[in-house]
């Protein structure tokens, strides 16, 4: 059967891009080593496989990602949803590379079909796209990777083994979605070494033999260097439509009459995920208006701490209309499902968990009130500062956090923490014996122990009656901008009180309190 491979060189690097911006040389990273680069870091030196510390002497600019494989699969979606469209049975093999049927009969023949394709995916903005048409997936990806941007090579019916005959013995060794190489890469190695630099050189082994010697892998790569297919690719089955849409006809006006209107659509959009045993976290909802006769979108992402029912999804709606009023009348609402989990992730233990429902629908009718951000639940983090530490969501999102507790905080305060912690920083001030400020070195060392403070500006001295530090800290050093370079102290009066004071550049502030 004609198998046609559509790969898309640097994918992931791809990926990222589209997230930051404007084109840039940025470099995708897997183990510490160059997974997938763009054209402009490419352009200077940066090559897969690199250490980051090579690809950054190369290119000191560069943008450096880890790698999100999720992403890369989501983003790849929508590449292979639009190939469904030209050609049935599309068959993922890993993003950015994929195999399907040539539609040759369809579009006039094979480098036609591959045009067609080339096109659609260039609308997509998809600029790099190379094919490659053979008889079976592994030739046909060889040919792909020879292939020019926006072109095709196709290798005649038949021509599998004079097509691969002149290729060096490199290209058995086959990448693999981790970016590492299948273990192919030994046997090119030994095989080089016997002296077998071409394909055609090692096709021409007795089967037999390269079974003795190599096993089974080895000669599984041998049926592959004669030209022989062996792999069975698997069609994709497309998902299920999720995202629920409601068009209004005429527009409406007021938002209780959205709300009103979308319910039936909302509870139907619940049911078909619960059918198909899912649960949606995460929820992107968009309302289509007519601002001053032109279309105006406005979306929102909201997340849940286990999932969406219809009540959450309509509440969200209500919420979304009157903090960001769409300015004209409704013409459409989406609610698309960006977080799909399977349902047996979100069941409870044999005696319970999470927040109690009754206690949620409470909240979620002060929160329609006061509006989603008014309510919020707190949490810890990790940080260096009690201010850092501090963990804040809007009810019903799950939390965001930016600093892993788990991670060590050189600087840090030890337990117990501060139970007050004030939103600003207040003036302060703290004096040696001989009332001299008392500051500290930029290696941590002291002018002289505390004796006296004042917490506040507008409180009075008092003795120190115990103290302990520094915790000196030194902050984003290679940043001029946002370098801070802070020593914290924990300091007790003789009346009982107990504070966090931080001393920066010779001034003294006092950032929690002990109760």
Same mark, same amino acid.
């Given at each position: 059967?004609?198998?046609?491979?559509?790969?898309?060189?640097?994918?992931?690097?791809?990926?990222?891009?589209?997230?930051?911006?404007?084109?840039?040389?940025?470099?995708?990273?897997?183990?510490?080593?160059?997974?997938?680069?763009?054209?402009?870091?490419?352009?200077?030196?940066?090559?897969?496989?690199?250490?980051?510390?090579?690809?950054?002497?190369?290119?000191?600019?560069?943008?450096?990602?880890?790698?999100?494989?999720?992403?890369?699969?989501?983003?790849?979606?929508?590449?292979?949803?639009?190939?469904?469209?030209?050609?049935?049975?599309?068959?993922?093999?890993?993003?950015?590379?994929? @195999?399907?049927?040539?539609?040759?009969?369809?579009?006039?023949?094979?480098?036609?079909?591959?045009?067609?394709?080339?096109?659609?995916?260039?609308?997509?903005?998809?600029?790099?796209?190379?094919?490659?048409?053979?008889?079976?997936?592994?030739?046909?990806?060889?040919?792909?990777?020879?292939?020019?941007?926006?072109?095709?090579?196709?290798?005649?019916?038949?021509?599998?083994?004079?097509?691969?005959?002149?290729?060096?013995?490199?290209?058995?060794?086959?990448?693999?979605?981790?970016?590492?190489?299948?273990?192919?890469?030994?046997?090119?190695?030994?095989?080089?070494?016997?002296?077998?630099?071409?394909?055609?050189?090692?096709?021409?082994?007795?089967? @037999?033999?390269?079974?003795?010697?190599?096993?089974?892998?080895?000669?599984?790569?041998?049926?592959?260097?004669?030209?022989?297919?062996?792999?069975?690719?698997?069609?994709?089955?497309?998902?299920?439509?999720?995202?629920?849409?409601?068009?209004?006809?005429?527009?409406?006006?007021?938002?209780?009459?959205?709300?009103?209107?979308?319910?039936?659509?909302?509870?139907?959009?619940?049911?078909?995920?619960?059918?198909?045993?899912?649960?949606?976290?995460?929820?992107?909802?968009?309302?289509?208006?007519?601002?001053?006769?032109?279309?105006?979108?406005?979306?929102?992402?909201?997340?849940?701490?286990?999932?969406?029912?219809?009540?959450?999804?309509?509440?969200?709606?209500?919420?979304?209309?009157?903090?960001?009023?769409?300015?004209?009348?409704?013409?459409?609402?989406?609610?698309?499902?960006?977080?799909?989990?399977?349902?047996?992730?979100? @069941?409870?233990?044999?005696?319970?968990?999470?927040?109690?429902?009754?206690?949620?629908?409470?909240?979620?009718?002060?929160?329609?009130?006061?509006?989603?951000?008014?309510?919020?639940?707190?949490?810890?983090?990790?940080?260096?500062?009690?201010?850092?530490?501090?963990?804040?969501?809007?009810?019903?999102?799950?939390?965001?956090?930016?600093?892993?507790?788990?991670?060590?905080?050189?600087?840090?305060?030890?337990?117990?923490?501060p139970a007050t912690v004030f939103p600003e920083p207040a003036p302060a001030q703290v004096v040696g014996a001989e009332g001299m400020p008392v500051s500290v070195s930029?290696?941590?060392?002291?002018?002289?122990?505390?004796?006296?403070?004042?917490?506040?500006?507008? @409180?009075?001295?008092?003795?120190?009656?115990?103290?302990?530090?520094?915790?000196?800290?030194?902050?984003?050093?290679?940043?001029?901008?946002?370098?801070?370079?802070?020593?914290?102290?924990?300091?007790?009066?003789?009346?009982?009180?107990?504070?966090?004071?931080?001393?920066?550049?010779?001034?003294?502030?006092?950032?929690?309190?002990?109760?």
């Open positions: 059967m004609r198998t046609m491979v559509v790969w898309v060189p640097d994918w992931p690097a791809l990926v990222q891009q589209a997230e930051h911006g404007e084109p840039q040389a940025l470099a995708v990273l897997e183990k510490g080593a160059v997974l997938a680069c763009t054209p402009a870091a490419r352009a200077q030196g940066v090559r897969r496989g690199m250490r980051r510390r090579d690809a950054q002497s190369r290119c000191p600019d560069l943008v450096v990602c880890d790698h999100r494989p999720e992403a890369d699969a989501r983003a790849f979606d929508q590449v292979l949803t639009a190939l469904e469209e030209l050609g049935p049975g599309v068959a993922p093999l890993r993003p950015g590379l994929c @195999a399907l049927t040539v539609p040759e009969r369809y579009y006039g023949g094979e480098p036609e079909a591959a045009a067609v394709i080339t096109e659609r995916l260039v609308e997509l903005g998809v600029w790099d796209v190379r094919c490659g048409i053979a008889d079976g997936v592994f030739v046909a990806e060889l040919a792909a990777r020879r292939a020019p941007a926006q072109d095709c090579v196709v290798v005649a019916p038949g021509g599998n083994i004079d097509f691969l005959a002149d290729l060096p013995i490199d290209v058995l060794e086959i990448p693999t979605p981790a970016g590492t190489t299948e273990p192919g890469l030994d046997l090119v190695t030994v095989l080089r070494r016997l002296g077998v630099r071409r394909v055609a050189q090692f096709a021409a082994l007795a089967p @037999a033999d390269v079974l003795a010697r190599f096993g089974t892998h080895g000669a599984l790569l041998h049926r592959w260097a004669r030209g022989e297919e062996v792999r069975q690719v698997s069609r994709r089955t497309p998902p299920p439509e999720l995202v629920a849409t409601v068009a209004f006809e005429p527009a409406l006006e007021r938002a209780e009459a959205v709300v009103f209107s979308v319910r039936q659509r909302v509870e139907e959009f619940v049911r078909r995920l619960d059918r198909g045993g899912l649960v949606c976290a995460t929820l992107r909802i968009e309302v289509d208006a007519e601002v001053a006769g032109h279309p105006h979108v406005s979306s929102r992402l909201w997340r849940h701490p286990r999932w969406f029912g219809s009540a959450d999804v309509l509440d969200r709606l209500r919420w979304q209309l009157s903090a960001d009023p769409p300015g004209g009348p409704v013409v459409a609402v989406r609610c698309i499902p960006v977080e799909v989990e399977p349902l047996g992730d979100h @069941a409870e233990g044999l005696f319970g968990g999470g927040p109690d429902e009754q206690v949620e629908r409470s909240v979620a009718r002060v929160q329609a009130l006061v509006g989603p951000e008014g309510v919020r639940s707190v949490g810890v983090q990790g940080g260096r500062g009690p201010a850092d530490r501090r963990l804040s969501t809007a009810w019903g999102e799950r939390p965001t956090v930016t600093r892993p507790a788990d991670r060590p905080w050189p600087g840090s305060i030890p337990p117990p923490a930029g290696r941590g060392a002291l002018s002289g122990p505390p004796a006296r403070f004042r917490a506040q500006a507008d @409180a009075g001295w008092q003795p120190v009656a115990a103290w302990a530090g520094p915790w000196p800290v030194d902050e984003h050093w290679w940043d001029e901008a946002a370098a801070r370079r802070v020593a914290r102290f924990q300091v007790v009066g003789v009346d009982g009180s107990a504070w966090l004071m931080v001393v920066e550049n010779g001034r003294w502030w006092t950032e929690a309190r002990y109760d």
